[in-house]
Each structure stands twice: as structure tokens, then as C-alpha cells.
């Protein structure tokens, strides 16, 4: 790498000398370091890793030094970052199985430079920036079938759900958000297998986690749409307002996506909110084999997709989609001295909960543009066929066990090796010894307090022959731990 004649650069001369902060010594050499690491990531993502490769014992010490005082290097930053990062869990790995993450796309990484680069906020009028988050907004809302009014890209579904309930909050009870509950009783329906998030959602709503109607499910572990009714009848004659109906569009433990139909009658009897977290599943509604799971979707009054985990671009890049215009600014609208308004315009920040928002519908918007719904649709059809194939392995191993029939794309199973009495201990251990391992990684889960494994099948890099090796690795491995 050829020096920089300038020395007055970061990266070259202490901090406190240099007169014109913050530019690298060498942002070429840099770039190209970055562009070298980025390849070699994006060529190790492209098939499983034969181990876990972990940090040298330098480098670990370089983590327990204390704060640095002089400017570094900017290369040995780079190079350290990358060391670091590399002996990380990463989503991207087409055996990254045990949770529900994101594919790495490689667009991602070229908007998620882009967008740091200009480093937007979305608080205030941002010109362009705010032309494709609305473009985004309705592109996605095409993707999965939803009547979209207006919506706001997000840190997370957490934080859609958040929003959405925030929404409903002040629908069902007009100018909570000024004066509270005020002695209202108030409750939020979901089913027994819906996302904490939901949980913390109503919590920081000031409802209370009581207020929580945890609605059983049926054999498909679907929420019962006869109990909510039950439930929402008894609440209301007992003078408690129902806030929202909370379905899920694929649950997280496995999959199960609620009858939304059905469901939507219920709450159109009730005048009830309703609320789709699609955070995982949703874009399960692009995909011909499985569209029909998803029929009702239209008459939900809100909904969340995470952009960052089945259509594959990186963290954060959520959303919440919206069926009527207004919602949010009720929930959201203010007018503060330092953020004026242009008439009767309202600032982007009027319809969020964030104030410092980042452009991160710019990953979604470009991986349209490259890939398109066509490519996506045939992805998420190629993620399905692995959970089946998947399933069908389990179904044809005697040693295995497949704890639920998947309606998506996840799959709770474990391993019964003849001889093993504790399965529960077993499965836990053969989790945490593949996460060891390095070759497929698994995590623990508990379906009717059985423990087990959960594979979730997201990541468009995962062909049918690693879908093969993942049983294969489980075999060896709880062969190993059963003998032991």
C-alpha cells in the first residue's frame, strides 16, 4: 500500500495535531482493504464452513485494552474488524439455521455503505430519500397483498409492532396518549405461541402486561378464532376496551400462521383493531404455494414484515404497513419549536416513533430494483422446499422426531436415539455442541415443554444437499453425546 504524503490525516498523526478531522490518511488503500475483506466474506457465504474458527489469543488481548488515547491505523482496525467478525455468528451462512436471520444479500451491503456514506435522517424532509421510502412502502406492500394507506420503515418488529399498537391504542381509545388510561381497562389479544414483542409492545403502552389475552391454539397451533371471540365478548361486557387483535403471519417457534380470515370476522363483529405480525412470514403471501395461507390479510388494519429476515437484506429494515391514512399522525403528530412545520405539512418524524431514522428502506428499494419480485418470489418458494424436503428426511429417520406438521418454512424436531432416557437433556446438548461444532448451526427450542431443535429455513444460499448434511452433522454429533 503506497504512503500518503499527507500527514496531518487520522491514521497518521495523534488526534489532537491534526487540523482537519475526520479524514482517513489513505481512503483508497482503505476502500481497497474494505473491498478485499468484503469478497472474501461474500465467497466464504457461499458454502458451509467446516468449523468454527475462533479468535487468536492476540487479538483477544487487543479487546481488554482500554480506551485509546492517540490515533491508530486505520488498515489494523480494518483487518482486526474483519478477524473479529469472521470468528462471529453470522446469518448469511447457509447452515445458519437456529434463528430467523437474514441471507446477506449483496445489494445490502452496497446500500448499507450508500446510506451511511450520506448518513440521512428520515426525522425531517429528506428530499429524495423520502421519494423511495414511499416507493419502498408500496413496493412491499405489493409484494405480500396489503391495501396500503401509509407506513414507515422501522428499527425492528419490535418496533413495528410498537408502532401499530400505538395506532390501535389511540383509535380505541381517543387521547391515551395525552391523558393515559384514565381509569380505562384495556386488554390486546394474541395467541399463545404470538412473539414477545408483542408482550413489550403492550407494555410500553402503558396497558400493562396483564392486559395481555393469551388465546389458545388449535392442533395446526393456530390461534382459535371461537376462544377470541369468547374472550373479546366476555372483556366488553365486563366494560374492557379491546385495543387490537394481534395475529401472527408465522410464528417464530414454528411457523404457524393464524386464520386471518377468520379471524378478521371476528373483529369486524367486535369493532376491534386488527394487527398482522408478519415480521417472519409474511412474504410467505408472495409465494404460490402458500399465498392461500395468508387470505384475510387485506382486511387487517395494520401489518409488519421484516425486510431483514426472510427477504434477505440486513439489519434493521423493518416495516409497518398501514390499511387507513391518518392513524399515524394521530398516534404520532407534534409540533415542537425546532422542527416547524410548512403549513399543514407534516414532518416524517409526525408519522414515527424514531426520531433519528436512518435511510434504511434503501436496502429493500435496491434489492427490488436488482433482483426483483420474480427472483424474490422463487427464493422464498426454495426456502419452503427445504423445510419439506427437511421434514420429509425426519419423517423417513426412526431415530428423529418431527414435533409439528410446518406450514413455512420452520421445523422443530429431535433426536431419539434408542437408549437415551433424559431427551430433553440430550437435545439441549446436541444444540449447543452443534453451535461448537461449526458446520451447522442449530439452537435449542421447547415445543409442549419438550425440548428440541428448531431449523429455520430462510436463507436463499441453503441448497437441498446441505439440507441433507444438516441431519447428517445432527446424526453424528447425538451419536457421539449418546454414546458418551
Excluded at 425531517?124 to 421519494?131: E, K, P, W, Y
Excluded at 418496533?159 to 389511540?170: G, H, K, P, Q, V
Excluded at 419438550?450 to 429455520?456: G, H, N
Aim: hydrophobic share 45%; charged share 20%; glycine share 8%.
Amino acid at each position: 500500500m503506497s504512503p500518503q504524503p499527507d500527514a496531518a490525516r487520522m491514521g497518521s498523526a495523534p488526534q489532537h495535531e491534526q487540523a482537519d478531522l475526520p479524514a482517513l490518511a489513505n481512503r483508497e488503500g482503505v476502500l481497497t482493504d474494505l473491498s478485499r475483506v468484503i469478497t472474501d466474506a461474500w465467497a466464504s457465504f457461499d458454502v458451509p464452513r467446516s468449523s468454527e474458527p475462533q479468535l487468536s489469543d492476540a487479538l483477544a488481548a487487543r479487546l481488554e485494552a482500554p480506551l485509546p488515547e492517540e490515533a491508530g491505523d486505520a488498515e489494523e482496525a480494518l483487518e482486526d474488524a474483519a478477524r473479529i467478525l469472521d470468528a462471529s455468528v453470522s446469518p448469511s451462512r447457509p447452515l445458519f439455521l437456529g434463528y430467523i436471520g437474514s441471507t446477506g444479500l449483496e445489494i445490502g451491503v452496497l446500500a448499507s455503505a450508500l446510506l451511511a456514506t450520506y448518513d440521512v435522517n428520515l426525522a425531517t424532509s429528506a428530499g429524495g430519500a423520502d421519494l423511495v421510502e414511499q416507493q419502498t412502502l408500496r413496493w412491499l406492500a405489493e409484494f405480500v397483498g396489503f391495501p396500503l394507506a401509509e407506513g414507515a420503515f422501522t428499527s425492528g418488529g419490535m418496533t413495528s409492532n410498537l408502532t401499530a399498537l400505538l395506532a390501535a391504542r389511540e383509535r380505541a381509545l381517543p387521547g391515551s396518549r395525552a391523558q393515559g388510561l384514565d381509569g380505562r381497562r384495556a386488554a390486546v389479544y394474541c395467541s399463545e405461541e404470538a412473539h414477545h414483542s408483542v408482550v413489550r409492545a403492550v407494555e410500553v403502552c402503558g396497558l400493562g402486561s396483564g392486559a395481555v389475552r393469551r388465546i389458545p391454539i388449535d392442533s395446526r397451533r393456530r390461534m382459535r378464532p371461537e376462544a377470541l371471540d369468547e374472550a373479546l365478548s366476555s372483556d366488553i361486557s365486563a366494560g374492557v376496551v379491546p385495543v387490537a387483535v394481534v395475529a401472527t403471519a408465522g410464528t417464530t417457534l414454528t411457523g404457524a400462521v393464524d386464520p386471518l380470515s377468520a379471524i378478521a370476522d371476528v373483529c369486524t363483529r367486535h369493532g376491534a383493531w386488527l394487527h398482522v405480525d408478519g415480521a417472519y412470514g409474511l412474504p410467505g403471501a408472495a409465494a404460490p404455494s402458500t399465498a392461500s395461507l395468508f387470505a384475510g390479510l387485506e382486511r387487517a388494519d395494520s401489518a409488519t414484515v421484516d425486510a431483514h429476515k426472510w427477504l434477505g437484506v440486513q439489519k434493521s429494515c423493518s416495516a409497518v404497513l398501514m390499511r387507513e391514512a391518518g392513524r399515524l399522525q394521530a398516534a404520532f403528530g407534534h409540533e415542537e419549536q425546532y422542527m416547524p412545520h410548512d403549513g399543514d405539512v407534516a414532518n416524517p418524524v409526525d408519522r414515527t416513533l424514531e426520531y433519528s431514522r436512518p435511510f434504511r428502506s434503501l436496502r429493500l428499494w435496491m434489492a427490488f430494483r436488482v433482483h426483483g419480485a420474480v427472483q424474490y418470489r422463487a427464493w422464498i418458494e426454495r426456502a419452503l422446499a427445504n423445510a419439506r424436503h427437511f421434514t420429509d428426511l425426519l419423517r423417513a429417520t426412526p431415530e428423529f422426531e418431527l414435533l409439528h406438521d410446518p406450514m413455512l418454512s420452520i421445523v422443530c424436531f429431535r433426536h431419539a436415539p434408542p437408549g437415551v432416557d433424559n431427551l430433553d437433556s440430550h437435545n439441549i446438548r446436541l444444540a449447543r455442541e452443534m453451535q461448537r461444532d461449526g458446520r451447522v448451526f442449530l439452537a435449542p427450542a421447547s415445543v409442549d415443554d419438550r425440548a428440541c431443535l428448531r431449523a429455520c429455513f430462510v436463507n436463499f444460499r441453503t441448497t437441498f444437499e446441505e439440507v441433507e448434511h444438516v441431519l447428517e452433522v445432527a446424526q453424528e454429533i447425538g451419536h457421539s453425546l449418546s454414546r458418551g
